[in-house]
């Protein structure tokens, strides 16, 4: 129990769908992260949150929306997915981000999506 | 570009010693941690290196030299529970960009 939570866990949805992912942290963190980890190849960054403000979007394609309405929550909407999505979403946050040393992240457990 | 490598695979039997290693090449260092993953499960912290040296948690052990692009992973008297993806990722800034490794899968036999 890392203090991240993911839901939902598991999630299928046809190329038209629309659907959120959602992250919540209990750990007073100021900083949330959205990577898509695929089997075989590195955990990829795709958005950074500093104090609610989006700081990185890393190239990512605009069928992936984020919203972060506070330090606590984090979203990631989805909407005309294609099946190469289909991946394992991990949210993660860290304590603060602002300059100096480098903060440690602590991640949730994911949620692991298929696209159809 | 920027690139961090790490073996795919390693196995090792019960209570032996592993070391992965991970070799990296990017713009900045604001330092490099390991992380590990169980199959299913949240990534979790294991250590973090900044300087050059050894840092030492029970069983487990990171090595970093920042002029070598390398780090290491040991892991003491391997357990069964040890089985597990074993992630390097290195930040080059303050602000929280982390890139990962692709993991390395240890497998600890009886």
């Known amino acids: 129990e890392t203090g991240v939570t993911q839901t939902p866990r598991h999630l299928v949805m046809g190329m038209t769908n629309k659907k959120s992912l959602k992250c919540e942290q209990h750990l007073g963190h100021n900083a949330m992260y959205w990577y898509k980890q695929s089997a075989k190849k590195p955990l990829e960054l795709m958005f950074v949150?500093?104090?609610?403000?989006?700081?990185e979007n890393n190239s990512v394609p605009s069928r992936f929306s984020p919203e972060c309405p506070n330090s606590s929550h984090l979203f990631l909407h989805l909407h005309t997915l294609q099946p190469e999505d289909s991946a394992l979403y991990l949210c993660?946050?860290?304590?603060?981000?602002?300059?100096?040393?480098?903060?440690?992240?602590?991640f949730g457990p994911g949620t692991r999506l298929t696209v159809l | 570009g920027q690139n961090i490598d790490q073996p795919t695979e390693m196995t090792a039997t019960e209570g032996a010693i592993v070391q992965i290693n991970c070799t990296y090449q990017t713009s900045g260092f604001n330092g490099l941690f390991w992380y590990q993953q169980h199959a299913g499960e949240a990534p979790t912290f294991l250590s973090y290196?900044?300087?050059?040296g050894l840092e030492e948690k029970g069983r487990f052990s990171s090595f970093l030299s920042r002029s070598k692009g390398y780090s290491y992973l040991l892991l003491k008297e391997l357990q069964m529970k040890d089985s597990a993806s074993y992630l390097c990722?290195?930040?080059?800034?303050?602000?929280?960009?982390?890139?990962f490794g692709a993991g390395t899968q240890v497998v600890v036999t009886p």
């Open positions: 993660a946050s860290s304590p603060v981000s602002s300059g100096g040393g480098a903060d440690t992240q602590y």
């Open positions: 949150y500093n104090f609610k403000e989006q700081t």
């Open positions: 990722a290195v930040t080059t800034d303050s602000w929280g960009k982390f890139q």
């Open positions: 290196n900044v300087l050059d």
